[in-house]
């Protein structure tokens, strides 16, 4: 949420110094979905066997995003090539912890 109007975080995504990757900053909700699918579609073309993406400024995913992330961390895997997810928010610490073969494809770093 942003803090003068109280409503939801518009979702970025910048381009991860040092790393091959990206780190989204806001909220992956019904309001930012189509940003959502861009930004992992540039993740998806980053070269290299691993891909990082940085969660930690994320305040907000919602089912459809985590269904989201699960199918790129899948359609990478089928390349070859690895998502690792960094800083992941509690929710989706949460998702994989509750729906582990939904999520089997999401590789969260520790």
Known sequence: MTPS????APLTALPLPG??????CGSC?????????TALGVV???????????LSAVVFL?????AALVQASADLGGQGRRLLLHDAPYSLRKVVE????ECAALEVAA
């Open 19 to 24: 790393r091959a990757g990206a780190r989204l």
């Open 98 to 101: 509750m729906f582990p073969d």
């Open 5 to 8: 109007t109280g409503a939801p």
């Open 29 to 37: 909700d019904l309001d930012t979905r189509q940003a959502l699918s």
């Open 62 to 66: 919602d089912p459809t995003a985590v």
């Open 44 to 54: 998806a073309g980053i070269p290299g066997p691993v891909v990082h993406l940085d």
